[in-house]
């Protein structure tokens, strides 16, 4: 059991290269979210999925894409990569049941945008 | 408005001390989540505690315990027994149940915890 995986790990971009993130999670969630952590800011949404099929648009969405082909894989795209896009992202799966709701997040990939 | 305040920026405690780390939240569902996590130097997010705004009790979590204050919008996480591997940025989130927007985690900006030895 992996729980929340992401690939790459670290990623290193010039100003309208094109890229995709992986995320994958092997606990059957419904809900898949990417998110963007920049210093000072918290962690912000950028979209978000709740089901095989399904995406909408979270708090920063321009800029980006996503696709969710299968329920264990939420791909996060830049089709033209801006220096602003340099962050950490991370992916996060949610399980809703039993009365308890948790988000586990992936581990991040770093990205750099020259 | 800001939907999660977290009012300390930095906490130092001493090894083996308990530590409270203030969230307040603000909201006007009266169905909502309020989490914590833990994030080290490695960058991981870490889920630490979850508690339902209609749960009765307190939330607790090995050395973890959440504060639930409802009248005064406050939730905050009282880790016991500090050791040096708790330090770390600790950020307090909130999920509103009502209204649509259940998809959406808020966080707040984050208390950096240092355990000293």
């Known amino acids: 059991n992996a729980g929340v995986t992401q690939t790459p790990k670290f990623r290193v971009l010039k100003t309208g290269q094109s890229m995709t993130l992986l995320c994958a999670q092997d606990?059957?969630?419904?809900?898949m979210y990417w998110y963007r952590q920049d210093p000072g800011m918290g962690l912000r949404l950028i979209h978000y999925?709740?089901?095989?099929?399904?995406?909408a648009k979270g708090e920063v969405p321009d800029g980006y894409n996503v696709s969710r082909l299968k329920k264990q894989n939420f791909l996060l795209g830049l089709e033209s990569a801006a220096p602003s896009q340099t962050s950490v992202y991370f992916c996060?799966?949610?399980?809703?049941?039993?009365?308890?709701?948790?988000?586990?997040f992936g581990p991040g990939t770093r990205l750099t945008v020259l | 408005a800001q939907k999660i305040t977290q009012t300390q920026p930095g906490m130092f405690v001493q090894e083996k001390e308990a530590v409270t780390l203030d969230c307040t939240y603000d909201?006007?569902?009266?169905?909502?989540?309020l989490f914590w996590y833990k994030q080290p130097s490695s960058g991981e997010m870490i889920f630490l505690i979850y508690?339902?705004?209609?749960?009765?009790q307190n939330a607790t979590e090995g050395r973890y315990s959440l504060n639930f204050q409802k009248a005064r919008k406050s939730a905050n996480l009282v880790i016991s027994a500090s050791q040096l591997g708790d330090s770390a940025m600790y950020f307090c989130?909130?999920?509103?149940?009502?209204?649509?927007?259940?998809?959406?985690?808020?966080f707040g900006k984050g208390t950096l915890l240092t355990v000293n030895p």
């Open positions: 999925s709740v089901g095989e099929g399904t995406t």
């Open positions: 508690q339902g705004s209609y749960d009765q």
């Open positions: 606990m059957n969630h419904e809900y």
């Open positions: 909201t006007s569902d009266p169905s909502y989540g």
């Open positions: 996060a799966s949610r399980r809703l049941a039993g009365g308890t709701d948790t988000q586990y």
């Open positions: 989130a909130m999920r509103e149940y009502g209204g649509g927007s259940n998809y959406k985690l808020t």
